[in-house]
């Protein structure tokens, strides 16, 4: 089995990614999809384990590639922090990217709510924030992906 864990907006504050990170134990991959602040060090180095980022709206002299495409058990899937794609007010504009690009996943960050939205051929995937939520019970969040030995994928969203 192997065990991804997603995680957004960590704003510099990584008491709750390091909590989190200990709590999961074994991590084959992290995603950060954004608002790391410069510290893509200190992450990669908490996480233990291949790491890959993408930067977000106040990451803004980051060397990061702007978004990317990767391949998941099988699966097209686009990492970006989603405010390129006005993911604050709806999902249409995102939704038509995956589309015009094939995409199967887009995991995104930005409005600090989580969501594991499956809509067509199209999983939306957001952690939420692990360090400012926004939603209601004000919990900080991130997403498991466990995918099994067949390459069936399930995605689990915890709090901290």
Same mark, same amino acid.
């Given at each position: 089995?192997?065990?991804?864990?997603?995680?957004?907006?960590? *704003?510099?504050? *990584?008491? $709750?990614?390091?909590?989190?990170?200990? $709590?999961?134990?074994?991590?084959? +991959?992290? #995603? *950060?999809?954004?608002?790391?602040?410069?510290?893509?060090? %200190?992450?990669?180095?908490?996480?233990?384990?291949? =790491?890959?980022?993408?930067?977000?709206? $106040?990451?803004?002299?980051?060397?990061?590639?702007?978004?990317?495409?990767?391949?998941?058990?099988?699966?097209?899937?686009?990492?970006?922090?989603? *405010?390129?794609?006005?993911?604050?007010?709806?999902?249409? =504009?995102?939704?038509?990217?995956?589309?015009?690009?094939?995409? /199967?996943?887009?995991?995104?960050?930005?409005?600090?709510?989580?969501?594991?939205?499956?809509?067509?051929? %199209? =999983?939306?995937?957001?952690?939420?924030?692990?360090?400012?939520?926004?939603?209601?019970?004000?919990?900080? =969040?991130?997403? +498991?992906?466990? #995918?099994?030995? /067949?390459?069936?994928?399930?995605?689990?969203?915890?709090?901290?």
């Amino acid at each position: 089995m192997q065990r991804i864990m997603i995680v957004s907006d960590s *704003h510099r504050k *990584h008491g $709750n990614l390091a909590e989190a990170i200990y $709590n999961e134990e074994s991590l084959d +991959m992290l #995603i *950060h999809l954004g608002d790391i602040e410069g510290e893509e060090d %200190i992450i990669q180095e908490l996480a233990g384990c291949e =790491t890959i980022m993408v930067p977000g709206n $106040n990451d803004f002299f980051s060397p990061l590639p702007r978004e990317l495409e990767i391949d998941i058990a099988g699966r097209k899937v686009l990492l970006t922090h989603g *405010h390129y794609y006005m993911v604050s007010l709806d999902l249409q =504009t995102l939704r038509e990217e995956c589309i015009s690009r094939g995409v /199967n996943i887009v995991m995104f960050g930005h409005t600090h709510r989580p969501l594991i939205q499956v809509e067509d051929d %199209i =999983t939306f995937i957001n952690p939420g924030s692990i360090s400012y939520p926004r939603q209601q019970d004000k919990r900080c =969040t991130y997403i +498991m992906l466990e #995918i099994d030995d /067949n390459g069936e994928m399930s995605f689990t969203l915890k709090c901290v």
